[in-house]
């Protein structure tokens, strides 16, 4: 095989896993379009004799697979519904582990059908600061955590310059880190506002058990999302934001928390020159822990 071959090759398997693709189901192609259709009059003809007492409706029915009624309940809920349902199993939840399994459960993002894992959280659910980035990516869905690719070690490098580490024990020095979404977009593509939609009750949800002290939004759209704005990242970090729940049925009891947006650590990779303005962004988080007395 040729050089300019296996390169080819390798550029088409990167391009299906990129997509979701992990999976072979054969070593050939199938073009299902030339394959010919049951004949029903032969299929009668030739029943197996445990199917002997069936009736001929019955089987005519086993035929033309499910009915309307059962292929209604398998259609992937529509935006009204699928944000009706979120915010019904986030309300439910009163523990990280039943909010891990109702968003397991969810059937209102199709993502779900193209990830590999659902990706929930990583570090110290007790930690005062609560980090919030946009959604999976690769690495994060091939492992199941979120920021363990190589915006995740820039992101760790980052907070532990202010004292601060996922895989610290002890809750002053660590730090909390979920998703908007937890389910990887195909591609990492950004994610769609209607995926934003359905799965902002879970992660709002999250916030409310964790009770952070410190929200951090990494990246644009969970910033905009969870603080209910239009602005851009940039002119939205730098200064510090209440953050309250935007859902209306999760706002009750809700206490204001202090939230700061910043940029995302794949940002940093592809334009190093904002890495000051980050570094800026983790100072006033950490003079916001010794004003409240955390640190």
Not at 42 to 48: A, D, G, M, R, V
Not at 141 to 157: A, M, T, Y
Not at 240 to 254: N, V
Request: aromatic letters at 6%; hydrophobic letters at 35%; a negative charge.
């Amino acid at each position: 095989m040729t050089s300019l071959a296996q390169t080819a090759y390798k550029a088409a398997l990167e391009w299906y896993v990129d997509n979701g693709v992990d999976e072979a189901l054969g070593d050939m192609s199938v073009d299902r379009t030339k394959i010919t259709p049951p004949n029903v009059t032969s299929i009668l003809h030739n029943l197996k004799p445990e199917k002997e007492g069936s009736s001929t409706s019955s089987v005519m029915q086993e035929l033309r697979g499910p009915s309307p009624q059962a292929a209604q309940d398998q259609t992937p809920l529509g935006a009204s519904d699928a944000r009706a349902e979120s915010v019904k199993l986030a309300q439910e939840a009163s523990t990280l582990e039943e909010l891990r399994e109702a968003i397991a459960e969810f059937e209102g993002i199709s993502l779900k059908k193209t990830a590999t894992n659902l990706v929930f959280c990583d570090g110290n659910p007790k930690a005062p600061v609560m980090l919030i980035g946009e959604a999976p990516g690769a690495d994060e869905d091939r492992l199941g955590k979120p920021f363990v690719g190589q915006s995740g070690q820039l992101l760790d490098k980052i907070f532990k310059c202010i004292g601060l580490d996922r895989a610290e024990e002890d809750p002053a020095k660590s730090i909390y880190i979920s998703n908007i979404l937890n389910w990887r977009p195909p591609g990492n593509r950004t994610p769609a506002p209607g995926e934003v939609e359905a799965s902002l009750p879970f992660i709002e949800r999250h916030i409310q058990l964790v009770q952070p002290k410190v929200l951090v939004f990494c990246g644009g759209v969970s910033a905009k999302a969870l603080l209910g704005r239009t602005d851009g990242i940039s002119r939205m970090r730098k200064l510090w934001h209440g953050y309250l729940p935007q859902t209306p049925e999760l706002k009750s009891g809700s206490e204001i928390i202090p939230a700061i947006a910043t940029y995302h650590p794949a940002y940093l990779l592809r334009t190093p020159s904002q890495k000051k303005a980050v570094w800026a962004d983790m100072l006033m988080i950490q003079q916001k822990l010794k004003e409240t007395g955390i640190v």
